[in-house]
């Protein structure tokens, strides 16, 4: 899954919890189905069941309530897809079937399908407005869809029907936090506190909304929060060894992301800040078999190259320093270390010209803060965990 795999994991235990209607629905209600199939659905003999009501739906192909229950039981057994075609072939027949919307709406969601449940929910909220679970269901189908925006006044609706759910409130955090609303974050994170003192998924989004409003040290201080709650909370000592990283606080951000290396060996982002805290405190020895598995891997950046050839120039390995930081600045030719450390290394094997010449690169650029902020940082690193997980 992409960046919010686990919150989206917690807030469809509420939705399967809560939420689903199969067993509940009004489709029961209905008279006339044939005894012996709605008997079977009623036992929970979903298999039975199924091939009954498909018998039906073969011997009456105008029978709307035949494919709402096919659908039913299909969807009880996870095939939303059968599901699916049955809810819509039941609509065509009569659109003001009890319940049809709903449940077409939670077979799409269900199967992930987001966009196509919207139409259906936002139907199924006409038929009953102000049903909460209607609008749980919205607010987590656009926030599925990413479009967090129009998620969020769903979701704090939700919130306020249950003023006990962290998991929702989470889903509303994540929401304003991924549309830029940081103070909507802070506002959301005082909820969850009331909730749940110790939630280090929590504190780890006020961190980032603090990073993003530029204070630094609250940043760091809710992270370090989060480490003490939970140790294991993936990317919770990535997040902080980022923050003192930026902060040139080196010796301990190496400590955060050596914890992040043991909660999860194949962490390449922590492995490579890893690697620059070594060379930036001068433990060349230590940081050169780190930075080289990273390029063995296929995880190197701009920074692993241009460290790299840090390394290779102190070991006097001149012509392979060069190859490492002309290849950083290939992937990043705005860098000014890169550019300035191989006119250093020119200059000292005595190629005057070639010194000059990246001399002059360097002092025509800006020197720049090439720090991302951790929000983007923790994007990047997600994405590229995701890519790895999924080869």
Known sequence: MNRFGKLWSGALVVLSAALFIGPASSLYAQQGEPEQALEL??????????????VVA?????????????????????????????????????????GLELNLGLALFKAQDFKGAI???????????????????????????????????????????????LPLRLALAHSC???KQYQCVLDVYKQILALNADS??????????????GDSTGAIEQFRAAVKSNPK???????????LWTQSHYPEAAEQFLAELENDPNHAQARVYLGDCYVQTNQYDK???????????????????????????????????????????????????SHWRLARLYQAMGQKDEAKVEFQKASTLVKRDNNQTLYDKLASSQAQQASVSSK
Do not use: C
């Open 200 to 213: 280090a998924e929590a504190d780890m989004l006020a961190g980032e909304a603090l990073d993003q409003k």
């Open 177 to 179: 936090m991924w549309s």
């Open 119 to 165: 139409q259906p929910f936002t139907a199924a909220l006409k038929e009953h407005p102000g049903d909460e679970r209607i609008i749980i269901l919205l607010g987590m189908a656009h926030y599925g869809m990413g479009d967090y925006l129009v998620a969020i006044p769903y979701l704090r609706r939700a919130a306020d029907y249950d003023r006990t759910s």
């Open 233 to 243: 909370e993936p990317n919770a000592h990535f997040g902080l060894g980022y923050l």
């Open 58 to 98: 073969q011997r009456e192909p105008r029978n709307a309530e035949a494919f709402a229950h096919l659908g039913l039981v299909q969807a009880r057994q996870d095939h939303y897809a059968d599901a699916v075609t049955s809810y819509r072939r039941a609509l065509a027949l009569n659109p003001a079937l009890p």
């Open 41 to 54: 659905e009623r036992a929970g003999k979903n298999t039975e069941a199924e091939a009954a009501w498909r």
């Open 287 to 337: 940081a050169k078999p780190v930075l080289e598995k990273i390029v063995a891997d296929g995880h190197a950046q701009a920074m692993v190259y241009r460290d790299l050839g840090a390394i290779y120039a102190n070991e006097g390995r001149n012509e392979d320093a060069v190859r490492e930081l002309k290849q950083a600045i290939a992937l990043d030719a705005g860098d000014v270390t």
